[in-house]
């Protein structure tokens, strides 16, 4: 099992920028690919971003796609959400998520695909 804590959420002008980051427990990080999640008053949780296990694959939901970056660091059980240019569409409430896998290149978008969830964090983005 493995355990996740975002942190990182905040209150950001539009145009501002913020970096996620999500901590997981275990000693196994490397063998879990990652994604993020957010999730809007009213509205169902979307698929923001995804990288697999080895960081050489990620994957982007479009309207993110040159805003923000996915990364991990598997020697600090860390991943992170680097988000630029936000938006105010863009408050919501963040959340990672993490599924354990054998391939390199998994990079599920489906949040039903994930195992495992943090509690999530608030960005909100004032315009």
């Known amino acids: 099992q493995v355990q996740l804590v975002e942190s990182g959420g905040g209150l950001v002008q539009a145009g501002g920028s913020l970096r996620l980051s999500c901590a997981a427990s275990?000693?196994?990080?490397?063998?879990?690919?990652m994604g993020w999640f957010r999730q809007s008053p009213g509205k169902e949780r979307e698929f923001v971003a995804a990288i697999s296990r080895s960081g050489g694959s990620t994957s982007a939901a479009d309207s993110v796609k040159g805003r923000f970056t996915i990364s991990r660091d598997n020697a600090k059980n860390t991943a992170y959400l680097q988000m630029n240019s936000l938006k105010s569409e863009n408050t919501a409430v963040y959340y990672c998520?993490?599924?354990?896998?054998?391939?390199?290149?998994?990079?599920?978008?489906?949040?039903?695909?994930?195992?495992?969830w943090g509690q999530g964090t608030q960005v909100t983005v004032s315009s």
């Open positions: 998520a993490a599924v354990a896998t054998g391939s390199t290149w998994y990079v599920p978008s489906r949040d039903h695909a994930y195992d495992y």
């Open positions: 275990g000693r196994t990080f490397s063998t879990y690919c």
